[in-house]
C-alpha cells in the first residue's frame, strides 16, 4: 500500500453526477476526497446523447461534455480523481478497506457509494454469443453501426422508446418487442413511437433467442406465449438493443450493507446514511424510483454533507 493512501478521509467510489457532485462539495469542505472513477468514467451520462432536462442548459448539453465539466468542477477543488474500480470492500471495521482492481488497498474513514447501474439483459445464451456482434444495451454507443440496416429494441418504458425514436433516425426499420399490450413509456414518447415510420411495434412478443453465422442476422420471437394463439416468427435484423431496466451495482456490498429486494443500498430516510456508520450512498445505487442526473447531483451533495458531519463528530 502506497503511503499516500494511508489515510484517505473520504473516499467516493463512482464518476457519475452522484460521484462527481459529492466530490465538489467534499472538497470544497476540506475533506480531501479521492474519488475511484470505476469501469465507465462519467457513468450512464456517457452513453445518452443529449442531456436536456438538466436545470441551467436551456439549449441542452451532450452527456460526455457534461461529465467532463463535473469532472474539471471536482478536480479544480483538488479531488484526487484515478481511473479504477473497487473489486473487494471490507465495511466490518473502520477504517474501511476497499480493494482496487484486485490489486492495491486503499483505507478510508469515510466511504462515499455512487457506483451507479447497469443495463439490464434478458438472460438469454445468444445475448452472450452475440456481445459486440449485434447485441448492445446502448442505442447512442452502438446506433451508429446500423446506419440502414434493421434493428430491434427489447421494452416498453420511456428507455426502449427513446432508443427506437434514436435509432430510427439511423436505421431503416425498428422494431419494438414490448412484452405486454401496451407500452409504459409516457404518453409523448409512445406518440412519437407510434406514429414514427420507421418504427413496427411488435406487441406481446418475447424474444426466444438470436440467430447469424458472423453475428446477428434476426430473433427467434413468440407471440402470446402460453396462450392459445401462441405463434412464433423470425424477424430478420442486424442488431439487437436491450432496453429493459437497470439492476444498481451493489454486488461488492452483499452482505455488509444492508440492500433491499431488488439490490439497492437503503438509505435512512431523507438522508445518505446506510446502516453502516461512516458509509453513505448516492446516486442510482440508491434509487430505484427518480434516476435523474439531477436527482443523483442533489443526492452526492447530502452525502458529501453527511460525510463531512460523520467526519467532525468523530474527529477523523
Ligand atoms: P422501465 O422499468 O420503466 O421499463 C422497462 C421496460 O422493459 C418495461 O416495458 C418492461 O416491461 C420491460 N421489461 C423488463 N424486463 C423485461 C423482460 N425480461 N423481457 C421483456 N421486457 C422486459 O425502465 P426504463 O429504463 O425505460 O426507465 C427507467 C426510468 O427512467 C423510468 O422512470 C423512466 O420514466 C425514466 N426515463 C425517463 C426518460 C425521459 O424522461 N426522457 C428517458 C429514459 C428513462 P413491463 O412493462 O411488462 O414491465
Do not use: W
Request: overall charge negative.
Amino acid at each position: 500500500m502506497g503511503t499516500e493512501d494511508k489515510s484517505i478521509r473520504c473516499l467516493i467510489l463512482g464518476a457519475g453526477p452522484a460521484g462527481y457532485t459529492a466530490a465538489i462539495y467534499a472538497s470544497r469542505a476540506n475533506l480531501a476526497p479521492v474519488l475511484y472513477s470505476g469501469l465507465q468514467p462519467g457513468g450512464q451520462l456517457t452513453t445518452t446523447t443529449e442531456v436536456e432536462n438538466f436545470p441551467g442548459y436551456p439549449e441542452g448539453i451532450g452527456g460526455t461534455e457534461m461529465m467532463e465539466q463535473l469532472k474539471q468542477q471536482a478536480a479544480r477543488f483538488g479531488t484526487d480523481i484515478r481511473f479504477g474500480a473497487a473489486t473487494k470492500v471490507d465495511l466490518s471495521k473502520r477504517p474501511f478497506t476497499v480493494t482496487i482492481d484486485g490489486e492495491k488497498e486503499v483505507t478510508c474513514n469515510a466511504l462515499i457509494i455512487a457506483t451507479g447501474a447497469s443495463a439490464k439483459y434478458l438472460g438469454l445464451p445468444d445475448e452472450e454469443k452475440y456481445a459486440g456482434q449485434g447485441v448492445s444495451a446502448c442505442a447512442t454507443c452502438d446506433g451508429f453501426f446500423y446506419r440502414g440496416k434493421k434493428v430491434a429494441v427489447v421494452g416498453g418504458g420511456d428507455t426502449a422508446c427513446e432508443e427506437a425514436l434514436y435509432l430510427a433516425s439511423i436505421a431503416e426499420k425498428v422494431y419494438l418487442i414490448v412484452r405486454k399490450p401496451f407500452l409504459r413509456a409516457s404518453k409523448v414518447m409512445q406518440e412519437r413511437v407510434e406514429k414514427h415510420p420507421k418504427i413496427e411495434v411488435l406487441f406481446e412478443h418475447n424474444t426466444l433467442g438470436l440467430f447469424g453465422e458472423n453475428g446477428v442476422e434476426g430473433a427467434h420471437l413468440v407471440y402470446r406465449k402460453g396462450e392459445r394463439d401462441e405463434a412464433k416468427k423470425d424477424i430478420a435484423i442486424d442488431g439487437f438493443f436491450l432496453a429493459i431496466g437497470h439492476k444498481p451495482n451493489t454486488d461488492l456490498f452483499q452482505g455488509q450493507i444492508e440492500l433491499d429486494k431488488a439490490g439497492y443500498i437503503v438509505t435512512k430516510g431523507n438522508t445518505s446514511l446506510t446502516n453502516v456508520e461512516g458509509v453513505f450512498a448516492a446516486g442510482d445505487v440508491a434509487d430505484p424510483r427518480y434516476r435523474q442526473a439531477v436527482t443523483s447531483a442533489g443526492s452526492g451533495c447530502k452525502a458529501a454533507m453527511d460525510a463531512e458531519k460523520y467526519l467532525m463528530e468523530h474527529e477523523l
